[in-house]
């Protein structure tokens, strides 16, 4: 055999007891799986001791935002390191494809805070296929750092059928979205996205949604909803996904399911209670969470729906223009905008993660109410300032997570692990480098909130099966070999808030395909990474 792994404790993804064995990986494959005493040991051309490490199936992030990372960095050890070995891109309705000239420079403009302008990559795609194909090539024709798989943005499908209108679509647009739906999962997609506190998906009916659905189902994909929500109207935003879904007769994977804000503390019973009830009657859930309590997104994403109608372009006038400002500050400090979740938003919350334009960087790491107080003005003067200054480029960290949900929430059956990473920015979240040790070390081994294998079942074998993914997902003979070798004692994030690109500790090897994309703790030059392409429905 190519590689043979001896005295490994395999956690086998599947929440069953971990056990002591040899495993043989050749040609990409695990080729032998011998539990000690189980009978003649494998040889192979290279044999690494275990010496009683864990070794799992690589982790499966189930929400990333490296849909242009993974073209900017061959190194990409944000991700590699912690063991991912294949992330799920084009989430919360926005991203690169399907796209024409017109919807790509918007989608550019509008998401620069979670990816960068762009600048830096050749746009030769404009449709599923065609980006999938680009991740194949990678660098040099060589691949990418790890694997990938894609959702069609729902908000990006709407862009193309009618702009940044916020109007119901007539039934020639729905007809072309769901078209653009169907060649999305023709081309390879596993599943379809929406944000629905973001422009212009959020303008989408429940009845337009539902239709999209639909066909979702027909491909025997899944949608991911960012649902209408997180915080005052958050029980009744899962109600509503939970019923569109049934309505479709589609799987329902809820995006980040948290329940943030002080509304929301200590309701996460709620939220599973609704699941159970779900669940018991029949429905396909799934979600994902990250161990952290703060979230992250745009400033951009936290003004009202219709101060974003139009677009970017429109957004940036009606901030210029100093009635509409004043119009806007209102609902966003005393009525609760949409895009804050219908919260009054708290500007000591709200933290300036990273900029577009570094000559802001003075802004970064600070929250808004503080650089407002060193500035002797009004928050909202700040964040006006900001977002024109910075052309909506700034990303933020939204300090409003609650311990107690997170926790229960992680501990659900059907619960998987997301980073929600962004990437791009001088302060990012520490969930981007930090989320799987996060979940492996402080979680299972300092809190005992989840077994080892409870876990990594959570991280590995069950997003698999959401991703209808035959060969992935367990340590088994004939699967792929993505693996992870960590160290159950010593695994931790090294990400903190105020360090977030900090590598982890405790994991020395990392394979795609049988090839080690991390070597005794150092990335390799290998990109093993692929397009991992939906299969057929049935």
């Not at 480029?393 to 929430?409: C, F, P, W």
């Not at 302060?427 to 040790?437: D, I, M, Q, S, V």
Request: charged fraction near 25%; proline fraction near 5%.
């Amino acid at each position: 055999m190519d590689l043979v792994i001896r005295d490994a404790q395999v956690v086998d993804g599947s929440g069953g007891a971990r056990f002591r064995a040899d495993v043989g990986v050749d040609g990409g494959r695990i080729a032998a799986v011998v539990p000690e005493g189980g009978g003649p040991r494998p040889a192979g051309r290279r044999v690494v001791d275990a010496g009683g490490l864990a070794l799992a199936p690589g982790f499966i992030d189930m929400h990333a935002h490296s849909d242009l990372a993974l073209l900017r960095d061959p190194d990409h050890s944000a991700k590699a390191a912690q063991g991912v070995t294949l992330e799920v891109l084009g989430q919360d309705g926005l991203s690169y494809a399907p796209v024409d000239d017109r919807t790509l420079a918007e989608i550019r403009t509008a998401i620069t805070g979670w990816n960068g302008d762009g600048s830096d990559i050749d746009f030769d795609w404009r449709t599923v296929g065609g980006f999938l194909d680009r991740l194949d090539r990678g660098f040099d024709g060589q691949g990418i750092a790890v694997n990938a798989a894609y959702l069609v943005p729902q908000g990006s499908v709407r862009m193309l059928a009618l702009g940044w209108e916020d109007r119901d679509a007539t039934p020639d647009e729905v007809a072309r979205m769901k078209r653009l739906v169907a060649e999305g999962f023709e081309q390879g997609a596993v599943g379809m996205s929406s944000g629905l506190t973001y422009t212009p998906g959020m303008y989408a009916s429940d009845a337009e949604l539902t239709e999209l659905c639909r066909v979702v189902a027909a491909y025997g994909g899944y949608y991911c909803p960012h649902h209408r929500s997180y915080g005052a109207g958050a029980f009744q935003a899962y109600q509503e996904m939970v019923a569109l879904a049934r309505e479709a007769g589609c799987a329902l994977h809820l995006a980040h399911a948290t329940m943030n804000f002080g509304v929301n503390k200590g309701r996460a019973p709620e939220l599973l209670a609704l699941l159970d009830r779900a669940l018991a009657e029949g429905a396909d859930i799934t979600l994902d969470t990250y161990p952290y309590l703060p979230g992250c997104t745009t400033l951009a994403a936290m003004l009202p729906s219709w101060a974003a109608e139009g677009g970017p372009g429109a957004i940036l006038d009606r901030l210029r223009d100093e009635a509409t400002a004043e119009r806007i500050r209102h609902v966003m400090e005393v009525e609760g905008a949409d895009g804050c979740h219908g919260v009054p938003i708290a500007w000591d919350t709200i933290e300036i993660s990273g900029v577009g334009d570094p000559a802001l960087a003075a802004y970064v790491g600070r929250t808004v109410a503080q650089s407002a107080r060193e500035r002797g003005e009004a928050p909202w003067d700040t964040a006006r300032r900001l977002l024109l200054e910075d052309r909506l480029g700034s990303t933020i960290l939204q300090h409003v997570g609650h311990e107690d949900n997170v926790r229960a929430i992680m501990q659900h059956p059907v619960h998987t692990g997301g980073s929600d990473g962004v990437l791009h920015g001088a302060k990012p979240h520490p969930r981007a480098y930090g989320t799987f040790p996060r979940y492996l070390g402080h979680y299972v081994r300092e809190l005992g909130v989840l077994s080892l294998e409870e876990c990594v079942a959570h991280l590995t074998g069950r997003p698999a099966t959401r991703l209808r993914l035959p060969d992935r997902g367990l340590v088994r003979e004939g699967y792929r070999a993505d693996l992870v070798l960590f160290d159950p004692d010593t695994v931790a994030a090294g990400a903190t808030f105020e360090s977030p690109r900090t590598l982890p500790t405790g994991i020395p090897h990392v394979l795609i395909d049988g090839r080690f994309v991390i070597e005794d703790g150092r990335r390799t030059d290998v990109l093993a990474g692929r397009s991992v392409r939906r299969t057929q429905a049935g």
